[in-house]
């Protein structure tokens, strides 16, 4: 079965500071792989995926991810973090048989001033 | 930010009420979802449709129900709510290009029934 883990429930870092999000996942065949954000009181938006290509893929706001097929890892990443950035971060994984995607557990990212 | 609305977005009723959420999306999506949202944090997938009159049951089994009568409407039906109810619904669509597809989410609904 297909999964994701997200092994840190919360995440705290310096304003100004490099910060990662863990992202480990489980799949029969090629992994396709998504973030989103959720910000309080809003729905998820979509951040980046990978499907295929270069392992390190970038998307909104400044954040990256780096695949990692030998570590079965998507951890996300972002070289300078911003207050604004605190939320709620969700790795996802595509179901190849349902096309559904599976979420993680979610990850809280608090960044302090 | 995609368009896909979700009213009400809050929703406080007492239990055996009968009510439906509303999901509605302006993409042309084909693809559309129901999410319920532990105050925890976690995703369940409760309900989804692949089309027109498709609808399917997610991974967590839920009370409610949905129908696909357009395109671009989505509703979900609580026909007598309880308490356990109680969570956060995030409705979500896809446009049907396979492994490209990805998925937009509305602002959720938060219900709270007394």
């Known amino acids: 079965a297909q999964s994701v883990a997200q092994p840190e429930d919360q995440v705290n870092v310096a304003e100004g500071n490099p910060l990662t999000v863990k992202c480990t996942y489980s799949v029969s065949g090629n992994p396709y792989l998504f973030w989103y954000v959720q910000y309080p009181n809003r729905g998820l938006q979509f951040l980046l995926k990978y499907i295929t290509g270069d392992n390190l893929v970038k998307g909104s706001y400044g954040f990256e991810a780096e695949f990692n097929k030998s570590q079965t890892s998507f951890h996300l990443k972002k070289p300078s973090a911003l207050v604004s950035d605190s939320a709620l971060y969700f790795c996802?994984?595509?179901?190849?048989?349902?096309?559904?995607?599976?979420f993680g557990t979610g990850t809280r990212l608090q960044v302090f001033p | 930010e995609a368009d896909i609305y979700q009213t009400p977005r809050y929703l406080v009723i007492g239990t055996g009420k009968k009510i439906t959420l509303e999901c509605s999306q302006t993409?042309?999506?084909?693809?559309m979802y129901w999410y319920q949202q532990d105050p925890g944090m976690e995703l369940h997938l409760i309900h989804y449709s692949y089309g027109v009159n498709s609808t399917e049951k997610g991974d967590l089994s839920s009370e409610s129900t949905v129908s696909r009568i357009r395109t671009e409407h989505f509703p979900l039906t609580l026909e007598s709510a309880r308490p356990s109810h109680t969570s956060q619904y995030l409705c979500?669509?896809?446009?049907?290009?396979?492994?490209?597809?990805?998925?937009?989410f509305g602002p959720g609904t938060r219900l709270t029934v007394l």
């Open positions: 979500a669509s896809s446009d049907d290009w396979g492994a490209l597809d990805t998925q937009y």
């Open positions: 996802a994984v595509r179901d190849h048989n349902t096309d559904k995607l599976i």
């Open positions: 993409m042309g999506h084909d693809k």
